[in-house]
T-cell receptor, first 112, second 115 residues
Framework: AQKVTQAQTEISVVEKEDVTLDCVYE???????LFWYKQPPSGELVFLIR??????QNEISGRYSWNFQKSTSSFNFTITASQVVDSAVYFC?????????FGTGTSLTVIP | EAGVAQSPRYKIIEKRQSVAFWCNPI?????LYWYQQILGQGPKLLIQ????????DSQLPKDRFSAERLKGVDSTLKIQPAKLEDSAVYLC?????????????FGPGTRLLVL
C-alpha cells in the first residue's frame, strides 16, 4: 500500500530559525516520485519540488533544501533562516503508477 | 504561461441548492483533476480526466456530484443538491500527461460554504 506520513501536525518557530518538516513514505514500487507543495493562507497549492526515486542527491534552492534518503524512506524539507512569508501548510506527496498520494500536511507558523 | 484558472473563488449557498465550479487547465495539459479539501485535511481526489475521458471517479459521490470535460479543455464540477458536509475548498489541478509521477499544478481553488 502506498502511504505518506507527515507526523508533525503543527510547528511554530521564531523568525530566522531553521526548521525541518518530516515526510516518510511507503511504497513497494521501485519507480516513484516525491513532491512538496506549499499552501499559504490564500489556499492555492504551490509546487516546490519533484524528485525521482533514482536520484538521492540533496537539493538546495535558496533557503530551501531537501534531503532524500531511500534507506529510511524519507524526504525531509528544511527551511533555513525562516521568514514570516514561510507560514503555510506544507504537503508532501508520493506519485507512482497513475496514483498520487498526499500526506496530511504540516502547518508551519513563523513568529516575527 | 498562464496557470490553472478557477471560478468562482467563493460561493455561499443554502443546503439542497445546486452549485457549479469551472476550471481551465494550463494550455496543453491533457490531464485534469478535481480535489476536495476539507479544512485541516489534505486534498482528496474526486475525479480525474485524460483529455475528455474519465480515468478515475472512484471517490466521487455520484448521487450528488457530477463533472464533465466535454472538449478536453475546461471542466465543470457540479453539486446537486448540496449538503452541509460539502463545505470545503474545491481545487482543480492539471498535468501534462496522465501519470502519478507528473507534477500537478493547482488553481487557486473555490471556497464553498453550505449553510
Amino acid at each position: 500500500a502506498q502511504k505518506v506520513t507527515q507526523a508533525q501536525t503543527e510547528i511554530s518557530v521564531v523568525e530566522k530559525e531553521d526548521v525541518t518538516l518530516d515526510c516518510v513514505y511507503e511504497t513497494r514500487d521501485t519507480t516513484y516520485y516525491l513532491f512538496w507543495y506549499k499552501q499559504p493562507p490564500s489556499g492555492e497549492l504551490v509546487f516546490l519540488i519533484r524528485r525521482n526515486s533514482f536520484d538521492e542527491q540533496n537539493e538546495i534552492s535558496g533557503r530551501y533544501s531537501w534531503n532524500f534518503q531511500k534507506s529510511t524512506s524519507s524526504f525531509n524539507f528544511t527551511i533555513t533562516a525562516s521568514q514570516v512569508v514561510d507560514s503555510a501548510v506544507y504537503f508532501c506527496a508520493l506519485g507512482t503508477g497513475n496514483q498520487f498520494y498526499f500526506g496530511t500536511g504540516t502547518s508551519l507558523t513563523v513568529i516575527p | 504561461e498562464a496557470g490553472v484558472a478557477q471560478s468562482p473563488r467563493y460561493k455561499i449557498i443554502e443546503k439542497r441548492q445546486s452549485v457549479a465550479f469551472w476550471c481551465n487547465p494550463i494550455s496543453g495539459h491533457a490531464t485534469l483533476y478535481w480535489y476536495q479539501q476539507i479544512l485541516g485535511q489534505g486534498p482528496k481526489l474526486l475525479i480525474q480526466f485524460q483529455n475528455n475521458g474519465v480515468v478515475d471517479d472512484s471517490q466521487l459521490p455520484k448521487d450528488r456530484f457530477s463533472a464533465e470535460r466535454l472538449k478536453g479543455v475546461d471542466s465543470t464540477l457540479k453539486i446537486q443538491p448540496a449538503k452541509l458536509e460539502d463545505s470545503a475548498v474545491y481545487l482543480c489541478a492539471s498535468s501534462l500527461v496522465f501519470s502519478g509521477t507528473e507534477t500537478q499544478y493547482f488553481g487557486p481553488g473555490t471556497r464553498l460554504l453550505v449553510l
